[in-house]
Protein backbone atom coordinates (compact mmCIF):
# COMPACT_ATOMS: atom_id res chain seq x y z
CA UNK A 1 0.00 0.00 0.00
CA UNK A 2 1.22 3.50 -0.66
CA UNK A 3 1.27 6.60 1.10
CA UNK A 4 -0.99 8.23 -1.51
CA UNK A 5 -3.35 5.00 -2.50
CA UNK A 6 -6.81 6.48 -3.30
CA UNK A 7 -5.61 10.50 -3.97
CA UNK A 8 -5.44 11.97 -7.24
CA UNK A 9 -2.42 14.12 -8.68
CA UNK A 10 -2.28 16.48 -11.71
CA UNK A 11 0.48 17.82 -12.49
CA UNK A 12 0.96 20.42 -15.47
CA UNK A 13 3.68 19.87 -18.03
CA UNK A 14 4.47 16.66 -16.54
CA UNK A 15 5.52 15.23 -19.85
CA UNK A 16 9.23 16.47 -19.18
CA UNK A 17 11.56 17.44 -16.84
CA UNK A 18 10.77 17.98 -13.33
CA UNK A 19 7.22 17.48 -14.05
CA UNK A 20 7.89 13.87 -15.36
CA UNK A 21 9.93 13.26 -12.10
CA UNK A 22 7.15 14.52 -9.73
CA UNK A 23 4.93 12.28 -11.70
CA UNK A 24 6.65 9.06 -11.17
CA UNK A 25 7.47 9.72 -7.28
CA UNK A 26 3.52 10.35 -6.81
CA UNK A 27 2.81 7.68 -8.90
CA UNK A 28 5.02 5.25 -7.05
CA UNK A 29 3.42 6.32 -3.93
CA UNK A 30 0.18 5.24 -4.99
CA UNK A 31 -1.71 8.22 -6.38
CA UNK A 32 -3.70 8.21 -9.86
CA UNK A 33 -1.65 10.73 -11.92
CA UNK A 34 -3.07 12.80 -14.18
CA UNK A 35 -0.35 14.50 -16.61
CA UNK A 36 -0.92 17.66 -18.60
CA UNK A 37 1.06 17.79 -22.33
CA UNK A 38 0.31 20.00 -25.40
CA UNK A 39 1.79 17.39 -27.69
CA UNK A 40 0.26 14.04 -27.78
CA UNK A 41 3.48 12.08 -29.11
CA UNK A 42 5.33 13.31 -25.68
CA UNK A 43 2.40 13.04 -23.62
CA UNK A 44 2.21 9.19 -25.15
CA UNK A 45 6.02 8.43 -24.60
CA UNK A 46 5.78 10.50 -21.21
CA UNK A 47 2.63 8.29 -19.69
CA UNK A 48 4.70 5.16 -21.10
CA UNK A 49 7.66 5.93 -19.10
CA UNK A 50 5.87 7.01 -15.82
CA UNK A 51 3.78 3.85 -15.87
CA UNK A 52 7.04 1.36 -16.34
CA UNK A 53 9.32 3.56 -13.77
CA UNK A 54 6.17 3.31 -11.07
CA UNK A 55 4.66 -0.23 -11.54
CA UNK A 56 1.11 2.13 -11.28
CA UNK A 57 -1.66 3.54 -14.22
CA UNK A 58 -1.50 7.23 -14.72
CA UNK A 59 -2.91 8.99 -17.37
CA UNK A 60 -2.48 11.97 -19.95
CA UNK A 61 -4.94 14.76 -21.19
CA UNK A 62 -4.25 17.58 -23.51
CA UNK A 63 -3.48 20.88 -22.12
CA UNK A 64 -2.25 24.19 -23.60
CA UNK A 65 -1.38 26.61 -21.40
CA UNK A 66 -1.24 29.52 -23.84
CA UNK A 67 -4.99 29.46 -24.61
CA UNK A 68 -7.38 30.13 -21.99
CA UNK A 69 -10.16 27.91 -23.85
CA UNK A 70 -7.90 25.40 -23.71
CA UNK A 71 -7.96 24.99 -19.77
CA UNK A 72 -11.52 25.98 -19.57
CA UNK A 73 -12.01 23.00 -21.90
CA UNK A 74 -9.47 20.78 -19.45
CA UNK A 75 -10.85 21.85 -16.48
CA UNK A 76 -14.23 20.67 -17.60
CA UNK A 77 -12.99 16.99 -19.06
CA UNK A 78 -10.92 16.52 -16.13
CA UNK A 79 -13.96 17.42 -13.46
CA UNK A 80 -16.41 14.89 -15.46
CA UNK A 81 -13.68 12.11 -15.32
CA UNK A 82 -12.37 12.56 -11.96
CA UNK A 83 -14.61 12.49 -8.60
CA UNK A 84 -11.08 14.14 -6.41
CA UNK A 85 -8.61 16.20 -6.91
CA UNK A 86 -6.34 15.69 -4.20
CA UNK A 87 -2.92 17.25 -5.63
CA UNK A 88 -2.73 19.70 -8.12
CA UNK A 89 0.75 20.43 -9.22
CA UNK A 90 1.35 23.78 -11.86
CA UNK A 91 4.58 22.93 -12.93
CA UNK A 92 5.06 23.94 -16.75
CA UNK A 93 6.63 27.18 -17.51
CA UNK A 94 8.14 28.79 -20.80
CA UNK A 95 11.11 31.40 -21.24
CA UNK A 96 11.01 33.18 -24.90
CA UNK A 97 13.77 35.12 -26.36
CA UNK A 98 11.27 37.44 -28.40
CA UNK A 99 8.39 38.80 -27.39
CA UNK A 100 5.44 37.22 -28.96
CA UNK A 101 1.64 37.00 -28.15
CA UNK A 102 -0.72 34.08 -27.65
CA UNK A 103 -4.13 33.58 -29.42
CA UNK A 104 -5.97 35.52 -26.67
CA UNK A 105 -3.68 38.17 -27.12
CA UNK A 106 -1.49 38.45 -24.05
CA UNK A 107 2.43 37.65 -23.85
CA UNK A 108 3.72 34.45 -23.71
CA UNK A 109 5.64 34.18 -20.58
CA UNK A 110 2.83 36.02 -18.95
CA UNK A 111 0.45 33.87 -19.76
CA UNK A 112 1.08 30.34 -19.45
CA UNK A 113 3.22 31.33 -16.38
CA UNK A 114 0.75 33.08 -14.73
CA UNK A 115 -2.56 33.69 -15.77
CA UNK A 116 -3.32 30.04 -17.27
CA UNK A 117 -1.96 28.73 -13.63
CA UNK A 118 -4.39 31.81 -12.03
CA UNK A 119 -7.37 29.80 -14.20
CA UNK A 120 -6.71 26.22 -13.73
CA UNK A 121 -6.81 26.54 -10.06
CA UNK A 122 -9.99 28.50 -10.39
CA UNK A 123 -11.54 26.44 -12.25
CA UNK A 124 -10.84 23.40 -10.41
CA UNK A 125 -11.50 25.10 -6.79
CA UNK A 126 -15.08 22.73 -6.04
CA UNK A 127 -12.72 19.53 -6.35
CA UNK A 128 -10.06 20.28 -4.43
CA UNK A 129 -12.37 21.86 -1.59
CA UNK A 130 -14.34 18.46 -2.09
CA UNK A 131 -11.37 16.75 -1.64
CA UNK A 132 -9.87 18.57 1.13
CA UNK A 133 -7.11 17.93 3.06
CA UNK A 134 -5.60 18.56 -0.83
CA UNK A 135 -2.94 20.57 -1.88
CA UNK A 136 -1.86 23.11 -4.30
CA UNK A 137 1.99 23.13 -5.38
CA UNK A 138 3.27 26.17 -7.96
CA UNK A 139 6.91 25.58 -9.05
CA UNK A 140 8.07 29.12 -8.72
CA UNK A 141 12.09 29.75 -8.84
CA UNK A 142 14.54 31.88 -7.63
CA UNK A 143 14.27 34.05 -10.59
CA UNK A 144 11.64 36.02 -9.07
CA UNK A 145 14.32 38.16 -7.72
CA UNK A 146 15.27 39.27 -11.08
CA UNK A 147 12.02 41.32 -10.52
CA UNK A 148 13.73 43.82 -8.30
CA UNK A 149 11.11 46.43 -8.57
CA UNK A 150 8.27 44.23 -7.93
CA UNK A 151 5.33 43.37 -10.76
CA UNK A 152 5.13 46.29 -13.33
CA UNK A 153 1.09 46.59 -13.28
CA UNK A 154 1.63 49.43 -15.83
CA UNK A 155 3.44 46.87 -18.17
CA UNK A 156 2.37 43.43 -17.47
CA UNK A 157 2.15 42.48 -21.17
CA UNK A 158 5.94 43.64 -21.47
CA UNK A 159 5.17 45.73 -23.84
CA UNK A 160 7.31 48.73 -23.20
CA UNK A 161 10.13 46.85 -22.98
CA UNK A 162 11.05 42.68 -23.21
CA UNK A 163 13.95 41.18 -22.00
CA UNK A 164 13.58 37.49 -21.53
CA UNK A 165 14.79 36.56 -18.80
CA UNK A 166 13.52 39.57 -16.49
CA UNK A 167 10.19 38.73 -17.93
CA UNK A 168 10.43 35.14 -16.63
CA UNK A 169 11.35 36.64 -13.36
CA UNK A 170 8.12 38.81 -13.20
CA UNK A 171 6.10 35.59 -13.97
CA UNK A 172 7.67 33.97 -11.16
CA UNK A 173 7.22 36.78 -8.83
CA UNK A 174 3.42 36.23 -10.00
CA UNK A 175 3.50 32.75 -8.86
CA UNK A 176 4.19 33.90 -5.93
CA UNK A 177 1.65 36.61 -5.29
CA UNK A 178 -0.75 34.29 -6.31
CA UNK A 179 -0.06 31.72 -4.09
CA UNK A 180 0.14 34.21 -0.94
CA UNK A 181 -3.55 35.38 -1.81
CA UNK A 182 -4.75 32.05 -2.64
CA UNK A 183 -3.66 30.66 0.19
CA UNK A 184 -5.66 33.25 2.30
CA UNK A 185 -8.69 33.24 0.19
CA UNK A 186 -8.50 29.04 0.77
CA UNK A 187 -8.02 29.63 4.38
CA UNK A 188 -10.48 27.03 6.32
CA UNK A 189 -11.17 25.27 3.04
CA UNK A 190 -8.59 22.76 3.84
CA UNK A 191 -6.96 23.24 0.72
CA UNK A 192 -3.52 24.31 1.32
CA UNK A 193 -1.46 26.49 -1.82
CA UNK A 194 2.49 26.53 -1.26
CA UNK A 195 5.04 27.55 -3.57
CA UNK A 196 8.30 25.74 -4.55
CA UNK A 197 12.11 26.56 -6.24
CA UNK A 198 13.60 23.83 -7.72
CA UNK A 199 16.89 24.72 -8.66
CA UNK A 200 19.20 25.05 -11.31
CA UNK A 201 17.95 22.36 -13.07
CA UNK A 202 19.62 20.29 -16.41
CA UNK A 203 16.53 19.51 -18.42
CA UNK A 204 15.79 21.34 -21.47
CA UNK A 205 13.79 24.12 -20.40
CA UNK A 206 15.21 27.62 -22.09
CA UNK A 207 16.79 25.82 -24.85
CA UNK A 208 15.80 24.17 -27.86
CA UNK A 209 15.93 27.66 -29.96
CA UNK A 210 13.48 29.67 -27.15
CA UNK A 211 16.14 31.76 -25.84
CA UNK A 212 18.18 32.09 -28.45
CA UNK A 213 21.95 31.71 -28.72
CA UNK A 214 22.98 32.92 -25.46
CA UNK A 215 20.09 30.97 -23.62
CA UNK A 216 21.37 27.81 -25.31
CA UNK A 217 25.05 28.44 -24.66
CA UNK A 218 24.27 29.13 -21.11
CA UNK A 219 22.08 26.28 -20.41
CA UNK A 220 25.00 23.89 -22.09
CA UNK A 221 27.69 25.74 -20.07
CA UNK A 222 25.78 25.33 -16.94
CA UNK A 223 24.62 21.75 -16.98
CA UNK A 224 27.76 20.33 -15.31
CA UNK A 225 26.94 22.42 -12.23
CA UNK A 226 22.86 21.38 -12.75
CA UNK A 227 21.02 19.59 -10.67
CA UNK A 228 19.41 16.35 -12.46
CA UNK A 229 15.84 16.05 -13.01
CA UNK A 230 15.21 13.72 -9.96
CA UNK A 231 16.97 15.83 -7.86
CA UNK A 232 15.45 19.20 -9.04
CA UNK A 233 11.75 17.47 -8.29
CA UNK A 234 12.00 16.21 -4.97
CA UNK A 235 11.08 19.73 -3.06
CA UNK A 236 7.70 19.66 -5.29
CA UNK A 237 7.74 15.97 -4.12
CA UNK A 238 7.76 16.59 -0.58
CA UNK A 239 5.69 19.54 -0.59
CA UNK A 240 2.80 17.86 -2.66
CA UNK A 241 3.21 14.72 0.11
CA UNK A 242 5.08 14.66 3.03
CA UNK A 243 2.70 14.00 6.09
CA UNK A 244 4.14 16.88 7.81
CA UNK A 245 3.00 19.68 5.42
CA UNK A 246 -0.54 18.51 6.64
CA UNK A 247 -2.14 22.23 7.46
CA UNK A 248 0.98 23.98 5.78
CA UNK A 249 -0.18 27.08 3.51
CA UNK A 250 1.04 30.51 2.60
CA UNK A 251 4.95 29.23 2.06
CA UNK A 252 7.43 28.80 0.04
CA UNK A 253 10.37 26.00 -0.17
CA UNK A 254 13.73 25.18 -1.70
CA UNK A 255 15.77 22.20 -0.86
CA UNK A 256 12.40 20.71 0.49
CA UNK A 257 12.90 23.22 3.66
CA UNK A 258 11.04 26.89 4.42
CA UNK A 259 12.70 29.28 2.46
CA UNK A 260 13.19 33.22 2.55
CA UNK A 261 11.57 34.52 -1.12
CA UNK A 262 12.76 38.59 -1.79
CA UNK A 263 10.46 41.28 0.27
CA UNK A 264 8.31 42.41 -3.39
CA UNK A 265 6.56 38.54 -3.18
CA UNK A 266 5.37 39.22 0.35
CA UNK A 267 3.71 42.45 -0.87
CA UNK A 268 0.10 41.57 0.07
CA UNK A 269 -1.28 44.59 -1.27
CA UNK A 270 0.62 43.56 -4.81
CA UNK A 271 -0.85 40.47 -4.27
CA UNK A 272 -4.75 41.08 -4.06
CA UNK A 273 -3.98 43.60 -6.84
CA UNK A 274 -2.78 40.93 -8.97
CA UNK A 275 -5.61 38.89 -7.93
CA UNK A 276 -8.32 41.34 -9.20
CA UNK A 277 -5.84 41.85 -12.77
CA UNK A 278 -6.12 38.17 -13.37
CA UNK A 279 -9.85 37.48 -12.47
CA UNK A 280 -10.57 40.35 -15.03
CA UNK A 281 -8.23 39.18 -17.70
CA UNK A 282 -9.19 35.45 -17.64
CA UNK A 283 -12.55 35.76 -17.01
CA UNK A 284 -12.56 34.19 -12.86
CA UNK A 285 -15.89 35.48 -10.95
CA UNK A 286 -15.91 34.65 -7.04
Do not use: C
Amino acid sequence: MGELDGRTALITGGNSGIGLETAVALARAGAHVVITARDAGRGATALAEIETRSGNAAEVMSLDLASFASVREFAASFGQAHERLDILVDNAGVILKDRRTTVDGHETQFEPNHLAHFLLPNRLRDQLVASAPSRVVIVSSEAHRYARKGVDFDDLESTHRYRAFKTYGRTKLMNLLFMRELARRLDGTGVTANAVHPGYVATRFSRDGDTGFMGNVGMVLGRPFAKSPEVGAQTSIFVASAPQLAGVTGQYFAKSRLAKPASMATDDAAAARLWAVSEELTGVTG
